[in-house]
C-alpha cells in the first residue's frame, strides 16, 4: 500500500485545515487507518485512528473535541478534519496503517506539513 497525504498549509491559530490521504491498492478497507504526527526536534506521536468501516474512532488526548477522522472506502481515503488549530499542532502529519494497539506498521509515505502560526 502507497499513502499520499496532502492538504496541509499554514494557518493561524484557531483555525481549520482538512488533511487528505489518498491509498494505493485494493485492500484499503481491510485496514485501521491511524494518523500520526511528529513535531521538529521530537518523536513520532499517534493522532487519530479509524476503524476498517468508519464506525468507530479514538484520538490522543490533546486533540479530542478539536480533530475528526474520517474515510471514504470508495475512494481509498482517509481524512483529518482539524479545527481550533493550536501552536503545538504544528507538525508533518503521515497517515499510516495502524494495528488494534494503535501501533502504525507498513509504508509511511510522505507526509504534509501543518504549520500553526500568528
Known amino acids: 500500500v502507497q499513502l499520499q497525504a496532502s492538504g496541509g498549509g499554514l494557518v493561524q491559530p484557531g483555525g481549520s485545515l482538512r488533511l487528505s490521504c489518498a491509498a494505493s491498492?485494493?485492500?484499503?478497507?481491510?485496514?485501521?487507518m491511524g494518523w500520526f504526527r511528529q513535531a521538529p526536534g521530537k518523536e513520532r506521536e499517534f493522532v487519530a485512528v479509524i476503524s476498517r468501516s468508519g464506525d468507530s474512532t479514538d484520538y490522543v488526548d490533546s486533540v479530542k473535541g478539536r480533530f475528526t477522522v474520517s474515510r471514504d472506502n470508495a475512494k481509498n481515503t482517509v481524512y483529518l478534519q482539524m479545527n481550533n488549530l493550536k501552536l503545538e499542532d504544528t507538525a508533518v502529519y503521515y497517515c499510516?496503517?495502524?494495528?488494534?494497539?494503535?501501533?502504525?506498521?507498513?509504508?509511511w509515505g510522505q507526509g504534509t506539513q501543518v504549520t500553526v502560526s500568528s
Open positions: 499510516v496503517r495502524t494495528n488494534g494497539d494503535n501501533q502504525p506498521f507498513g509504508s
Open positions: 491498492g485494493r485492500a484499503f478497507s481491510t485496514y485501521r
